[in-house]
């Protein structure tokens, strides 16, 4: 650390109190702190203004002066302000805390500008993260189905209501090549962000692949399960899924479930779950096989597909979400999907109402089975 007196000679003595703390004189320019000593008021116009630490040797008469105490106090930073007498003894006991001070300073002022550094890169991180999450949220509902969709035989209507970020839920609702065959495919993913961008990027490369391939809802599956297991290693939770695909030549449904998504069945009067094996979810027990269930349907008869997150709605308000869900399906004689989307939707903008986000993603897909379908399928 380099010293300078300003307006007054070094000493011997001075000199050796500098050289056991490891400081060396200096002229001004170079100086981390200047020596004053204060004999009168007028020495105080030799002082140089500037960010160097400043040490005033003073008498207690002139300390006590106005114009003393006003022109220390008017100084960017005080001073340290000393008597005079036997000032070599007083240099000698401030010193260590001047010098300590100014290390401190030192360091303070290193990690200030190392805390400016790293809020600009993580500004910079999440600016980018944004546009990626951006980018990845338009990649990920151009994944998805119209909601419109035009098939012969069934009429199909679906809602996705994503939470905040981007979506963990994925669905899709395709024919297969040979027009004969209705797939649909509903996945909730309790994984949010890239992860699930990433799912639902694989799920519809494996649906396009089964498209060419024709129906095998059980081998499908099991290679998604393995699939999944092997990106993961159960680092991640797994994925609830459930696919099915419908015969329209003799409205059989066949179909496999993982985890916890239970499609729901309406068959004037009646409502019910419809029946599911139990099965852990995707990515969790690598050599688990999946068997698929089979079940008749006919015309009039609609399905009800849900991910989870409509559930938690209906949980948060204390209601019976299968109560809830039947009073909607038994309320009238004549159901179609887009009455039974349109109520329950009505539902939610209530729970929307008094909570400005949704606790999770929710997808709908209503699958009614038309009057004539049966019909219409043999006659072809």
Same mark, same amino acid.
């Given at each position: 650390?380099?010293?300078?007196?300003?307006?007054?000679?070094?000493?011997?003595?001075?000199?050796?109190?500098?050289?056991?703390?490891?400081?060396?004189?200096?002229? $001004?320019?170079?100086?981390?702190?200047?020596?004053?000593?204060?004999?009168?008021?007028?020495?105080?116009?030799?002082?140089?203004?500037?960010?160097?630490?400043?040490?005033?040797?003073?008498?207690?008469?002139?300390?006590?002066?106005?114009?003393?105490?006003?022109?220390?106090?008017?100084?960017?930073?005080?001073?340290?302000?000393?008597?005079?007498?036997?000032?070599?003894?007083?240099?000698?006991?401030?010193?260590?805390?001047?010098?300590?001070?100014?290390?401190?300073?030192?360091?303070?002022?290193?990690?200030?500008?190392?805390?400016?550094?790293?809020?600009?890169?993580?500004?910079?991180?999440?600016?980018?993260?944004?546009?990626?999450?951006?980018?990845?949220?338009?990649?990920? $509902?151009?994944?998805?189905?119209?909601?419109?969709?035009?098939?012969?035989?069934?009429?199909?209507?679906?809602?996705?209501?994503?939470?905040?970020?981007?979506?963990?839920?994925?669905?899709?609702?395709?024919?297969?090549?040979?027009?004969? $065959?209705?797939?649909?495919?509903?996945?909730?993913?309790?994984?949010?962000?890239?992860?699930?961008?990433?799912?639902?990027?694989?799920?519809?490369?494996?649906?396009?692949?089964?498209?060419?391939?024709?129906?095998?809802?059980?081998?499908?599956?099991?290679?998604?399960?393995?699939?999944?297991?092997?990106?993961?290693?159960?680092?991640?939770?797994?994925?609830?899924?459930?696919?099915?695909?419908?015969?329209?030549?003799?409205?059989?449904?066949?179909?496999?479930?993982?985890?916890?998504?239970?499609?729901?069945?309406?068959?004037?009067?009646?409502?019910?779950?419809?029946?599911?094996?139990?099965?852990?979810?995707?990515?969790?027990?690598?050599?688990?096989?999946?068997?698929?269930?089979?079940?008749?349907?006919?015309?009039?008869?609609?399905?009800?597909?849900?991910?989870?997150?409509?559930?938690?709605?209906?949980?948060?308000?204390?209601?019976?979400?299968?109560?809830?869900?039947?009073?909607?399906?038994?309320?009238?004689?004549?159901?179609?999907?887009?009455?039974?989307?349109?109520?329950?939707?009505?539902?939610?903008?209530?729970?929307?109402?008094?909570?400005?986000?949704?606790?999770?993603?929710?997808?709908?897909?209503?699958?009614?089975?038309?009057?004539?379908?049966?019909?219409?399928?043999?006659?072809?």
């Amino acid at each position: 650390m380099n010293i300078a007196f300003a307006n007054f000679p070094s000493t011997s003595k001075a000199q050796l109190i500098l050289e056991r703390l490891g400081c060396s004189l200096s002229n $001004h320019e170079t100086a981390h702190i200047l020596c004053y000593q204060i004999s009168s008021l007028d020495c105080l116009k030799q002082v140089q203004h500037s960010s160097q630490t400043l040490i005033f040797f003073v008498s207690s008469a002139i300390s006590q002066k106005p114009h003393f105490q006003g022109f220390v106090s008017a100084l960017n930073e005080a001073p340290f302000v000393l008597l005079s007498d036997s000032w070599e003894d007083q240099l000698a006991y401030t010193l260590p805390s001047v010098l300590l001070l100014l290390s401190l300073k030192t360091t303070n002022q290193k990690q200030q500008n190392e805390i400016v550094a790293l809020a600009k890169q993580t500004d910079d991180l999440l600016q980018r993260f944004q546009m990626d999450l951006e980018l990845a949220t338009k990649v990920h $509902h151009q994944l998805l189905p119209p909601s419109d969709l035009q098939i012969p035989g069934v009429s199909v209507t679906s809602k996705y209501l994503p939470a905040s970020g981007l979506g963990g839920d994925y669905f899709d609702v395709f024919e297969l090549q040979d027009k004969k $065959h209705l797939a649909v495919l509903v996945a909730d993913s309790q994984t949010h962000g890239m992860a699930s961008a990433l799912l639902s990027t694989l799920l519809k490369i494996r649906l396009d692949e089964l498209k060419e391939r024709g129906p095998f809802a059980q081998n499908l599956m099991n290679h998604l399960n393995r699939e999944i297991y092997q990106i993961h290693q159960s680092k991640l939770p797994g994925l609830d899924l459930f696919f099915g695909v419908l015969d329209r030549s003799t409205l059989t449904l066949e179909y496999a479930s993982a985890g916890a998504l239970r499609p729901l069945f309406w068959k004037y009067p009646h409502f019910s779950e419809l029946p599911c094996d139990e099965n852990p979810p995707l990515g969790i027990q690598p050599n688990h096989d999946y068997t698929t269930s089979l079940t008749q349907l006919r015309p009039g008869d609609l399905l009800f597909f849900h991910t989870n997150g409509l559930e938690a709605i209906f949980e948060e308000k204390g209601d019976s979400f299968r109560n809830e869900l039947a009073g909607l399906f038994t309320s009238g004689k004549k159901m179609d999907p887009l009455f039974f989307q349109t109520e329950l939707l009505a539902k939610i903008d209530r729970y929307q109402e008094s909570k400005s986000e949704l606790p999770d993603d929710i997808t709908l897909i209503q699958l009614m089975i038309d009057k004539k379908a049966l019909y219409l399928t043999q006659s072809k």
